[in-house]
Structure formats: C-alpha cells, structure tokens
C-alpha cells in the first residue's frame, strides 16, 4: 500500500449526519470477493436522487468527501471504504467517525480528518459558495485548508493512524515483530479456554 | 478507576504495548462468516501467509445463504444466486485449506455466527472474541469482550491472532426496576438508545448493570449487548454470575470437571468491583418502559406502542432535520398513532431476537390464532439448533398454523443479502436491529420491534401489543 502525505483536489460535501454504511455500499454488493468494482454500488439509493451530491457536475473527479458526524456508522463491512475508494475519494473529512469505520479507512488507506462540528460547517459554507474549490487535505501537518476561501482546519488524528497512512505499512508484518511476544502469551493463556479441533471441518 | 469489568479483560489480553502505539491485544476467539472473509483469506495467500490459530477460528455461513429447503449437510448445496454460491464455496475452499471448522449448511451447528457462538460454549467470560461483523457486541452478555472488525483486520487476526488497538473509554449504563410484562430485553436495548443516541456509544466499550439487567436470562442479555453497536458503542458487556454459568455448564465447548471449577474462579473475579467509577453513566428506569417501536431511519428513532409518530418541529435543530428526512423515507405522518400503522411483512429472526427464548415468546402470541390477511411473516431461527428446539416445543406448529413462513437458519431479512428482502414501498415489523433506508431491501420501510409485538402485529395487521389481543 502506497503512503499517503496529503490530498488536493475537488470536495463533495455531503451535508449529514450518521451516514451509515448501508448507504455507503448497499448488501447486495457485499456478495463480491474482491476489492475492488464497489464504484457503482456508492450510494447506490441516493444516486438515484438527480440533485444527490454525488450527481452534481464534477463530483466525478472529486478526492475528498466532507459529511457531518459519525459518519461511517452501522456494519463493519469494509467494503464501504473500497466503494469510496473505487469512486475516486482519497480523504473523508467529517466531524466524527463512527469506530469500525475509522479503523477500516486507515487499514485500506483512506485517510480521515476529524474536525470540529463548527469547521465543518465553515467548510460546507465555502464549498456552497464554491463547490469547486480545491481542498488539500495534509495528512502530514493534520491540516484541512481551503486556500480561496482562507480557510486553514487542524484535524484530530492520532499519531499511530498517521504514521500508518504517511508510511502506508503492511500492519501484519508490523505486528509479525511482536512473534516472541505472541508466543509467549500463547503459552500462559488459561487452560480452560476453548479451542476447536484443528483441521476437523465439520466436526464439534 | 480501575477494578472494572472491561479493564480485567483487555489488561489480561495485552500481548505489548508498544510505546505511542495502540496495545496488541491476543485474540481468543475469531468468528469468521463467508461475506466479510474472502478478501482477508485473500490478502493471506498472496503474502504467503498462514492462519496462526486455526484452533482459535470458527466460520459459518449465514449472511446470504437461502433460508428454504436445506435439511442435511452436503457437500455442494445449490444455491441460486452464483454470486452468493460463489462466496459460500470459496469459504469452503478457504476453511479446507486452513484447516478452519467450518458448519456449513445442512450442520446442526450451523447459524448466524452470533447465535451459534454461545451456543457452542465457545463464548465465555473473560475472552477477547472478534468477527467481521459489526454485532459480535452480542458475545459481551457472557462477560467477553466481543467487537465487530474489517477484513483487513480480520487478515491480521487470521495471520497473528491478535489486533491493535486502542483502548476504548468505559460507560457504564445502569437499568434498574422491574420490567413490565410486556416489555423485553428489546425494548430495554430500544430505550437504552433512545437515550443515548446513535452517537452516544461512539469511542466507548458499556457495561450494562443493574437490576433489570441482572434479571434477564442469557437469550435477553444477548439482545441488550447486540445493539450496543446501534448506539455507536464498540462493545457492550455484563459481569458474568450464575445466570452464564447456568448456560454454560455442559456446553460442547464448555471446560470440565476440575477446569470447569478453576474458570469458575477466574470468571466470578471479572466483576467490576464496588465504587468503581466510568468515564459515562447513564440511567434508566426499567419499570417506566412500554413495548418500543422506532418510527424513523435510525435505531434511535423510537416511541411506545403507546405513542404517535413526532413532531419534527418539536425536536431539537440538530435532530430535525433527520426526522424530516426519515419521515419522508418513512411515508409517515407526524402525529400518527402507532397503532394505526399498517404493515404488509413481519420478520421474527436475526442475530438480536432469533433465539430460544424470542420464538417462544412469539409462538405464545400467535398459538391458535392467524396472520392477518394482508401480512407476509415469517420466522427465521438464528441457528439449526434453535430450529431443532423449537420444532421439538412444537413451537414451527404454531407458527405454521397461524400462517407464517418457518425457515431455516441465516441472517434473512435482518439485511436482504438473500433474496428474503422487502420491495419498494413495503413496510414492515421486524426484530432484527437495523432500520437505516434499505436496509432490507432497496425502497423498504423497517420498524424496529419486540418478538412479541411483532407476533401481536402479524395477527392484527398494525402495530399491536400481544395484551390489545386478550
Ligand atoms: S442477523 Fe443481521 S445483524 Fe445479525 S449478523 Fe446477520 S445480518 Fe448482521
């Protein structure tokens, strides 16, 4: 996975809160084995509302979505970050994340920017009056700016999540380090703890 | 401070605890289902990776597997749907090839992951227990602590048994009183949001307490610590007492003799301790709560049977504008009584109320009396073996006699991936957890309700407590 340092370009905003991920990838599109071919499937029921953020004129080539808070809630279904993805967005801004969705988008690469409920609302105010604003998401200095509109908003994110997405590191091979440790702590677990019988598919 | 549930089980957990880093936290139990883990099985293979604990990695399927006509195991059951077949054999190829037990269809065993879990005995106080689905908050009732990941993260549990993460805060939401006759753990999981909002839980592992809560049995406990997710929560949790013992002694996966005494030790010392203090608290009183409906888009939107549908313009600014919104996707009136609600589906089933304890409930609305003319129910049990039970009950024979659908084990209409799914327009009553826009089907209106109220609502035709019908 390539490391990301910060993201330029056009915003859709998406003035809601508790965006849940079933809007974000509806089921049906859950049946895919693969990463990749969820763009169709974004927002699949609200797309068929012509004025939806996402149908307006050059939302096509837009890399940063801005919503309200918690976005991402609901199902744990990675594919929600996959389908913002494979649509073209590089950076979520938003004044809050739900959990699972959080972690989802650091591991697959997505950056997210939490800012503070009323940055979001300058933000929006900035992309109402120019929805073609370039906006830069610096991961790096955990900065979201709107140069036209001399808007400069810290983000929260926190150090580990940063270093992830600046590095774009291999988490198992991250952890694969901590072998002697994972070891160790295998050999003291309790011994009433369960354990099914290796290799006895089907079996009790 | 210290001295709670939640800190007991994750500092027993912490494998390291890199400095500036989130703690590798060791993974006792991995659930694995067939939507959520192909890409993850994927991701191994092409870095040449194995499973580390296959022991410690149990799969099934449930998500979108038919719920009609499978009976016995087999080797190749014909699913139609090639995208769906295609997910199930490639969970057979990855469990075969890892060495994974895997129940498939046809097994006794097999279920919704959340249900056959505890079921098993393979939930038990005291463990870490992860899935690539948003509700293992379920698998909290015995005292675990049990939170829905990614794929990306179900690869790293596959490959290292453990997780990073970092340590969520500790709320503790306390309901105390005796609940009403016609209410249930679902309507105590329904107010408990209502209160806290679907934000509420966000960043936070709860721990549910208090009388009403130690009064549930473990099918009830279950129901509460399914739904702490709806309320943004990572997990929930309930201290385990004889209650979870009571279930889990002679489970299949349950310890024995002398280890069955030393985990007795160890999981009466999990308790949060007395004085013990939480970063949130929130309260509710169980004797004030009538049978819960939500009205709206979210799992928040809820009022008693008792109630109309709101008045947006009576809310708070911030929560206005979703009711409106979730009105208009509702087709719903403000000041609507509930009870004048017609539906056209009733959904019994789901990880949250597909258990023993919610078909009885059900069956005891429905015995000897029938589906309303204009309704489609049906009844999905939450795993082979709760299908197995109620049929020995003879509960399948009431339901059957009133008119509705009997299944087999899967997730359903709890989220439509199976064809099971309501069309455009169609509104429905159902016990699963989520009623976000579509949830069931593209187009489809979900309310959110009790087993029994949803029996009740079958026979009447609207929504109804089981007591209008005496
Ligand atoms: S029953 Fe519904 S909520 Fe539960 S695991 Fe299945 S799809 Fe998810």
Redesign the interface.
Known sequence: MAGVQRISGRAVALE???V?T??II???W??????TGFATGLF??WRKDPDFALNRPGAETAKILVAG??FG???????A?WALQDFGFRAVVAS?F???FR??SI??GLALAQVTPDAATRLFSALAVDPAAEVTVDVAARVVTIAPAGLSEPFEL???AQWRLLEGL???AL??Q?EA??AG??AG???????????????? | MTGRLFDKVWDRHV??S?Q???A?L?I??HLVHE??S??AF?GLEL?G?KVRR?????ATMD??VPTTGFGT?TDDWPID?P??A??VS?LRRN??EH??????LG?I?QGIVHVIGPQ???T?P??TIVC???H?STHGAFGALA???????V??VL????L?E?K?AAMAVTVDGELPASCTAKDIALGIIRALG??GG??SVIEYRGSAIRALSMDGRMTVCNMS?EG?A?AGMIAPDDTTFGYLEGR????RGA??E??LD?WRSLATAEGATFDHEIHIDASALRPAVTWGT?PAQSVSIDDVIPDPGALAP?ARQ?AQRALAYMNLEPGTAIRDIVVDTVFIGSCTNGRLEDLRAAAEVVRGRTVHPGVRALVVPGSARVKAQAEAEGLDKHFTDAGFEWRSAGCSMC???NGDILLPGQRSASTSN?N????QG??GRTHLVSPAVAAATAVAGHFTAPEDLR
Request: net charge negative; proline share 7%.
């Open positions: 809601r809160n508790d849940d079933d809007q509806p089921a049906a859950l049946k895919r084995v693969e990463r699949e029921a808070a918690n809630c609901g199902s744990s279904r990675e594919h970050v809050g739900a959990d699972i972690n989802n591991s697959a926190s150090d580990f291999d988490d198992v952890t694969l901590y440790e994972i702590y295998e677990r309790g011994s009433w703890l369960p354990a099914l019988a290796p290799g006895a598919a089907d079996g009790t | 494998v390291a890199p500036d880093q989130p590798l060791y006792d139990m939507v959520t192909p890409q994927e870095s990776r296959p022991d410690l990695t149990v998500h979108d195991a749907d995208l769906a295609q997910q490639r469990c075969a060495g994974i037990t895997l129940y498939p097994s065993e098993l005995g393979l038990q005291g463990m690539g689905d948003s293992t939170f829905g990941i990614g794929t990306t993260e690869e790293h490959a290292t048994q453990t990073r970092a969520p679907v934000r966000v960043g997710i943004g990572r299949t996966h349950s310890p280890l069955w030393r985990a160890d979210n911030a979703a989220l439509g991936m989520r976000f826009e579509g949830r593209p187009g």
